[in-house]
């Protein structure tokens, strides 16, 4: 179980780094719209999912790290795993490679590991 728990820690930390970074994006995003300006419904589009995105990479961080210390919550852990899986495939078909993508992809094994590892543990008895 320590294995399983140390594993999905890790990739909780690779997100929830990977998350901030994208956050301090939005400025540079927004500077961008500024000198060359699009529709605004599409700017406000564009600001929107960047920050969801943002907020979604920290959310499932955080929820993957307090269920990786539950002794039921590898399937938690794996649910995570499944929306970081679409949120990569999202940006691999739209984006093409990048080294989002690729955090994205480590993330999702790291969650797919760790869950299942904590998935088929021993439980403790109560």
Not at 38 to 57: C, H, P, T, Y
Not at 82 to 111: K, R
Request: proline fraction near 3%; aromatic fraction near 10%; hydrophobic fraction near 60%.
């Amino acid at each position: 179980m320590k294995t399983a728990r140390l594993i999905t820690l890790i990739g909780s930390i690779v997100l929830l780094a990977s998350g901030l970074f994208h956050a301090t994006g939005y400025a540079m995003i927004t500077s961008f719209l500024a000198k060359d300006p699009i529709r605004q419904d599409l700017a406000s589009i564009l600001k929107a999912s960047w920050l969801l995105f943002s907020v979604e990479m920290l959310a499932l961080a955080i929820i993957a790290f307090l269920a990786r210390s539950l002794d039921r919550g590898g399937p938690i852990v794996l649910l995570c795993a499944a929306a970081n899986a679409v949120n990569g495939f999202l940006l691999f078909h739209f984006l093409g490679p990048f080294i989002g993508v690729y955090l994205v992809a480590v993330v999702t094994l790291l969650f797919l590991i760790g869950g299942y590892l904590q998935t088929n543990a021993p439980r403790h008895s109560s």
